[in-house]
């Protein structure tokens, strides 16, 4: 079974199953990227801050599958909030993946407390966008109020919102708000790194189904409608989060998945994050 799309509010088609490269070493990521686009992923999601984007362009010139088959997105990095700094990022991003033109750019953190508006960080995006070498724009790690205030004062609605959400940090306030506003949710961690994969009613779950733990709460991200991209660099587990396009969770799996919600987040807080590197 084929990886279905989710339409942006643009009109952009983006596959609901993609591949993280976060925490993929620089000089492991073409092989990386490589290996799972042979495995059939079409959508890759890096950042600057990742430090691996030569290695994402160069697996894709090497697996031979065309460019414009592949969803590539990236993120400007924290410190790099400034107008002037966010063009000349943007520009360097696609001259390290080789490429004319990015799929989606996000802003990869509000960064609250730093010296640069996100406001101002987001008319940057804006202008990248109409510069028309980039397919759409979003942000990352946005709370509602973050976006109230793009939406009073800046032209151009975020296609998505890539947050942190998995079995133990449900988000389905801020998940409810962006659809409210025709912002596509795109999760991170989904499977907490690891942490939520020991959970007995997920492991129940995965018996029942045969299916592995893994698969179970990728597959409730896939039916809660977010687009989702596991991060993994061993082959058998590339494999095993590609293949969850031919079972389904039922509606009491759904709820006892939701059920496990503790407010429990595994990365920063975005209210109090303002690392740059
Ligand atoms: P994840 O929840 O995808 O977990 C990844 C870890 O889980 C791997 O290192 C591996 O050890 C383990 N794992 C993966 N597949 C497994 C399987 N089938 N069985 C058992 N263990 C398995 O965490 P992540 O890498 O933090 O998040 C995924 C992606 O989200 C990242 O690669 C990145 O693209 C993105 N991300 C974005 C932000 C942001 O601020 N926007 C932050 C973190 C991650």
């Given at each position: 079974a084929s990886v279905p799309t989710i339409r942006l509010t643009n009109g952009v088609e983006i596959p609901q199953l993609g591949f993280g490269v976060y925490q993929v070493p620089p000089e492991d990521t073409a092989d990386a990227v490589a290996s799972a686009l042979e495995v059939g992923y079409r959508h890759i999601d890096t950042a600057?801050?990742?430090?691996n984007e030569k290695g994402v362009g160069e697996g894709i010139r090497r697996s031979?599958?065309?460019?414009?088959?592949v969803f590539i997105t990236s993120k400007l990095n924290n410190g790099l909030h400034r107008r002037d700094d966010a063009l000349r990022a943007f520009d360097q991003t696609l001259a390290d993946l080789g490429t004319?033109?990015?799929?989606l750019f996000l802003?990869?953190?509000?960064?609250?407390?730093?010296?640069?508006?996100y406001v101002e960080t987001w008319k940057a995006m804006e202008e990248i966008y109409a510069g028309g070498r980039c397919r759409a724009i979003g942000v990352s790690n946005f709370q509602a109020h973050h976006l109230r205030r793009l939406f009073a004062e800046t032209e151009v609605r975020p296609a998505v919102n890539q947050i942190e959400v998995h079995p133990y940090l449900a988000q389905d306030d801020l998940r409810a708000f962006n659809a409210d506003h025709e912002i596509v949710t795109e999760v991170w961690s989904p499977i907490a790194q690891g942490k939520v994969l020991d959970d007995p009613v997920i492991t129940t779950i995965a018996e029942q189904l045969d299916r592995t733990p893994a698969q179970v709460v990728l597959r409730w991200h896939v039916q809660r409608g977010d687009v989702v991209f596991p991060k993994s660099v061993t082959r058998s587990r590339v494999e095993e989060n590609f293949a969850l396009f031919d079972f389904e969770l039922d509606e009491s799996a759904m709820a006892a998945i939701t059920g496990?919600?503790?407010?429990?987040?595994t990365g920063p807080d975005p209210d109090t994050f303002n690392y740059i590197p």
């Amino acid at each position: 079974a084929s990886v279905p799309t989710i339409r942006l509010t643009n009109g952009v088609e983006i596959p609901q199953l993609g591949f993280g490269v976060y925490q993929v070493p620089p000089e492991d990521t073409a092989d990386a990227v490589a290996s799972a686009l042979e495995v059939g992923y079409r959508h890759i999601d890096t950042a600057e801050m990742y430090r691996n984007e030569k290695g994402v362009g160069e697996g894709i010139r090497r697996s031979g599958v065309d460019r414009g088959d592949v969803f590539i997105t990236s993120k400007l990095n924290n410190g790099l909030h400034r107008r002037d700094d966010a063009l000349r990022a943007f520009d360097q991003t696609l001259a390290d993946l080789g490429t004319d033109h990015l799929d989606l750019f996000l802003v990869h953190w509000p960064l609250p407390g730093i010296d640069v508006d996100y406001v101002e960080t987001w008319k940057a995006m804006e202008e990248i966008y109409a510069g028309g070498r980039c397919r759409a724009i979003g942000v990352s790690n946005f709370q509602a109020h973050h976006l109230r205030r793009l939406f009073a004062e800046t032209e151009v609605r975020p296609a998505v919102n890539q947050i942190e959400v998995h079995p133990y940090l449900a988000q389905d306030d801020l998940r409810a708000f962006n659809a409210d506003h025709e912002i596509v949710t795109e999760v991170w961690s989904p499977i907490a790194q690891g942490k939520v994969l020991d959970d007995p009613v997920i492991t129940t779950i995965a018996e029942q189904l045969d299916r592995t733990p893994a698969q179970v709460v990728l597959r409730w991200h896939v039916q809660r409608g977010d687009v989702v991209f596991p991060k993994s660099v061993t082959r058998s587990r590339v494999e095993e989060n590609f293949a969850l396009f031919d079972f389904e969770l039922d509606e009491s799996a759904m709820a006892a998945i939701t059920g496990l919600d503790r407010g429990e987040r595994t990365g920063p807080d975005p209210d109090t994050f303002n690392y740059i590197p």
